[in-house]
């Protein structure tokens, strides 16, 4: 409970970029003992949520440029591994069955103008086609740069500019559509070639949203 209500805390922007956080503070504010505040806080530091500096303390990270490269980087490495251990074997078909349920979705929100909804269910997206490549330690790996990549849009910006940003991508649903239907049809290269294309476009987004502080790290 204390992990969830820190990780929603920090990805809703309730704590700040910057932030410096007191475990004695954090365990009165919840009602609780400082053990399990001390637990939530060494989880969301695995995840990325949370950075702890020798001699300083612990603080929620400020972002800039360099690290959505680096996210990125990383997420293409692990989902393009996703792809490809997912398409051509025998676990394609429930694959696509799982994935086409979150595209429709994402469909339906596009169609009522829904971006919110839309941004939620793209990141449920690759979140499942990462669990689809049955890997623990692929899935282990993801979980800290998805968390990293929520940071990054509640940060980065403030909710009516994400979805306007989100709104100029015409191709952004489309492109996991086109993701699918490669996986259907056993084309991992193709797959990973249009999962390329979608990173590329997110980075693009993501540092117009920062503007002319492209290259310096964003505090909100």
Excluded at 104 to 117: G, L, Y
Aim: charged letters at 30%; one cysteine or more.
């Amino acid at each position: 409970m204390v992990g969830e209500r820190m990780r929603s805390d920090i990805i809703e922007g309730v704590l700040r970029p910057g932030t410096q956080l007191n475990e004695v503070e954090l365990a009165a504010s919840f009602g609780v003992s400082r053990g399990p505040v001390r637990e939530a806080v060494q989880r969301l530091i695995q995840e990325g949520l949370l950075r702890s500096e020798p001699h300083r303390g612990v603080f929620v990270p400020m972002l800039g440029a360099a690290d959505i490269a680096d996210i990125y980087l990383a997420r293409e490495a692990l989902e393009t591994a996703a792809l490809r251990r997912v398409t051509g074997t025998s676990r394609a078909v429930s694959s696509y069955k799982a994935l086409d349920r979150i595209v429709r979705a994402m469909e339906s929100a596009e169609k009522s103008d829904d971006w919110r909804t839309v941004v939620d269910r793209d990141l449920d997206f690759h979140t499942a086609l990462v669990v689809a490549a049955d890997s623990p330690r692929l899935e282990r790996m993801f979980t800290t740069v998805i968390s990293e990549t929520r940071l990054c849009l509640a940060i980065l910006m403030d909710a009516y500019d994400r979805e306007d940003l989100v709104r100029r991508r015409d191709d952004l649903v489309e492109e996991h559509r086109q993701i699918l239907d490669l996986v259907r049809a056993d084309d991992a290269e193709g797959a990973v070639a249009v999962l390329k294309k979608h990173f590329d476009g997110a980075r693009g987004t993501l540092k117009r949203g920062m503007g002319a502080d492209a290259e310096r790290p964003y505090a909100g």
